[in-house]
């Protein structure tokens, strides 16, 4: 279909700002991978919506990990782990806009490494990644081929204890380099784009209060809760905004 004039418009606008300033940095949600058919957790569609669970937030809980395993794994395996997705037009451009020294940093909540697999570098993953996972006991570290390889409760090779993914939970805290690399990117952008998130998982939104640069875009299919400070609002999806 492509783009309503109303939408190009907009789009150029983020043009002429990336191309027109330097120290970009990228603040990404879920509704950065839909495109690469990754649904999100709370929209109509989302893993959570669909679940059939009651509380399925419970499910990625640390406590659930500790007590559940086999649940957990269960529901991980089927609903968080999408190893033949492919990076979208928007990881493409952040790739390219790093390599070509506009941007300087990949802030994302999400965990599938679509960043990296188009090229990006500086990628601070503030809930972890499913592409790592280590032994709870010995500290062994293990690729994502074999979690997704082995069925119930995948054990270390090494001393048989359980490998957990290294995706940040409910209950459990950011990773502090990551949260550490992403205020100082954040408070030194000139521009800041926030894409595909609503802006409601915390303490990960609320990083954005350490921007004081110049040009603030949002680009989300909904509203959040700083459109009125955003000095270029789009509303569409991320993936064909930034296409060009």
């Known amino acids: 279909m492509g783009l309503s004039p109303e939408?190009?418009?907009?789009?150029?606008?983020?043009?002429?700002?990336?191309?027109?300033?330097?120290?970009?940095?990228?603040?990404?949600?879920?509704?950065?991978?839909?495109?690469?058919?990754?649904?999100?957790?709370?929209?109509?569609?989302?893993?959570?919506?669909?679940?059939?669970?009651?509380?399925?937030?419970?499910?990625?809980?640390?406590?659930?990990?500790?007590?559940h395993p086999d649940e957990f794994y269960d529901f991980y395996r089927?609903?968080?782990?999408?190893?033949?997705?492919?990076?979208?037009?928007?990881?493409?451009?952040?790739?390219?806009?790093?390599?070509?020294?506009?941007?300087?940093?990949?802030?994302?909540?999400?965990?599938?490494?679509?960043?990296?697999?188009?090229?990006?570098?500086?990628?601070?993953?503030?809930?972890?990644?499913?592409?790592?996972n280590h032994c709870v006991d010995c500290g062994r570290e293990f690729g994502l081929d074999y979690i997704m390889e082995t069925t119930g409760v995948p054990k270390c090779s090494e001393c048989g204890g359980i490998v957990k993914p290294d995706v940040v939970l409910y209950e459990e805290s950011l990773n502090e380099q990551d949260i550490i690399g992403s205020v100082n990117a954040i408070s030194k952008a000139n521009v800041l784009i926030i894409a595909g998130t609503s802006l409601v998982v915390y303490p990960a939104a609320g990083f954005i209060d350490y921007f004081c640069g110049d040009k603030l875009v949002i680009i989300n299919k909904s509203p959040t809760s700083r459109?009125?400070?955003?000095?270029?609002?789009?509303?569409?999806?991320?993936?064909?905004?930034?296409n060009w």
């Open 78 to 132: 089927k609903t968080m782990v999408f190893q033949d997705a492919k990076p979208n037009q928007a990881h493409i451009k952040l790739a390219q806009l790093e390599h070509d020294g506009k941007l300087d940093a990949v802030i994302t909540q999400n965990i599938d490494g679509l960043h990296q697999k188009a090229g990006s570098k500086n990628v601070f993953e503030l809930h972890g990644t499913v592409a790592r």
């Open 7 to 67: 939408l190009k418009q907009k789009q150029q606008k983020l043009i002429d700002i990336a191309e027109s300033h330097d120290h970009i940095v990228f603040f990404g949600g879920a509704g950065v991978s839909t495109e690469s058919g990754i649904p999100d957790f709370r929209s109509a569609n989302g893993v959570f919506t669909t679940s059939g669970l009651k509380h399925p937030e419970e499910v990625v809980s640390h406590t659930f990990f500790l007590e």
């Open 227 to 242: 459109d009125r400070e955003a000095d270029l609002l789009i509303e569409g999806p991320v993936g064909e905004i930034m």
